[in-house]
């Protein structure tokens, strides 16, 4: 069964250092989303792509964070400088486009800043 | 702007027992409703999906409501055991085109054996 695979799973990185995830979706899905989930907290919508173009971009923080998804296949997702408050879990879905709604979950890149 | 509150945020039942978990949303224009299973530290697993059109969804002990009128869905959780420990999330769909989902905090549950 296909799944959305994401990378690295764990991530520490120390406050103030650049730090990317990678998420390849399930193929052949256009649609493509990045959330962020703070502990106790459920997953809040960070960029949406559908394809290369940014869809929804309106909740990320574009001073420190970027996303970009060139080819319109797998996609990356930078925080440059980390702050202390970004430890979170970083999810990425993908959703096959048109009307079908469902989305599909990576197992998540858990990041702390120290 | 689409808001879901899920009620109670943590609940703890005896092995065997029956239970509700619940889930509210204010934006009645909901496209599917859709239940997740967190363990800590891991990643979501979708358990149901309602879509708009349906009233309830089943799948093994499980069993997932949605009402959009009174904007509430449940997922009841037949027989419980140990094994279903987790956090319970509920996520709307909605938003024309973009499908976005909007999750609530989440109910953790506990079945003590």
């Not at chain 1, 420190?64 to 202390?84: H, N, Y």
């Not at chain 1, 879990?89 to 998540?108: D, N, V």
């Not at chain 2, 979501?44 to 499980?62: F, V």
Request: negative net charge; contains cysteine; aromatic residues 8%.
């Amino acid at each position: 069964e296909a799944e959305v695979a994401q990378s690295p799973r764990y991530k520490i990185t120390e406050k103030s250092q650049a730090v990317a995830f990678w998420c390849d979706p399930i193929s052949g899905h256009a649609t493509l989303y990045w959330y962020r989930q703070i502990l106790g907290q459920g997953p809040e919508l960070l960029v949406q792509f559908q394809d290369e173009s940014v869809v929804d971009d309106s909740q990320l923080p574009k001073d420190r964070f970027s996303a970009e998804r060139l080819k319109g296949v797998d996609s990356t997702l930078k925080i440059q400088p980390a702050e202390l408050g970004d430890s979170a879990m970083y999810l990425c879905a993908s959703r096959p486009g048109g009307s079908s709604y469902e989305q599909y979950f990576g197992p998540g890149t858990r990041l702390t800043v120290t | 702007k689409q808001e879901v509150t899920q009620i109670p945020a943590a609940l703890s039942v005896p092995e065997g027992e029956n239970l509700v978990l619940n889930c509210s949303f204010t934006d009645s224009a909901i496209y599917n409703l859709q239940w997740f299973r967190q363990d800590p530290g891991k990643g979501l697993t979708s358990l149901l999906l309602i879509q708009s059109s349906q009233r309830e969804q089943t799948s093994g002990r499980l069993n997932a409501s949605l009402d959009k009128s009174s904007g509430r869905s449940t997922l009841y959780i037949a027989a419980s055991q140990p094994g279903d420990s987790a956090t319970y999330l509920c996520a709307g769909v909605s938003g024309a085109g973009s499908y976005q989902l909007t999750f609530g905090k989440g109910t953790k549950l506990s079945v003590i054996p």
